[in-house]
Nanobody, 123 residues
Framework: QVRLVESGGGSVQAGGSLRLSCVVY????????VAWFRQVPGSGREGVAG??????GYVDSVKGRFTISQDSAKNTVYLQMNNLKPEDTAKYYC??????????????????WGLGTQVTVSS
């Protein structure tokens, strides 16, 4: 059974940092097919950072502040978030298992999703 388990969310003040982790169970870890998305109530799921064969990609709003990384030996992908802003407040989801070719930020690319971890940034 495939499971993606996120952790590391929490509440921080603006300018603070958090590190999210996602452990992938039951799935051969594909280093170019994992990503982080986020969602706020009433909005669609937004791609934050992801890997393709070209390397990591980021949404413009987080470039220079967030870093995605992975440890294949641990089947784990990370999202280091620095200089957090109130607009980063969202539930963050890990995605893995490519079912279709496409841009890393396209949520239809992925077969499996975690349940999410909440990030709240106060001003």
């Amino acid at each position: 059974q495939v499971r993606l388990v996120e952790s590391g969310g929490g509440s921080v003040q603006a300018g603070g940092s958090l590190r999210l982790s996602c452990v992938v169970y039951g799935l051969t870890f594909e280093s170019d097919c994992v990503a982080w998305f986020r969602q706020v109530p009433g909005s669609g799921r937004e791609g934050v950072a992801g890997f393709t064969w070209r390397g990591p990609g980021y949404v413009d709003s987080v470039k220079g502040r967030f870093t995605i990384s992975q440890d294949s030996a641990k089947n784990t992908v990370y999202l280091q978030m620095n200089n957090l802003k109130p607009e980063d407040t969202a539930k963050y989801y890990c995605a893995a298992g490519c079912r279709q070719a496409g841009a890393w930020a396209w949520n239809g690319r992925y077969s499996y999703w975690g349940l999410g971890t909440q990030v709240t940034v106060s001003s």
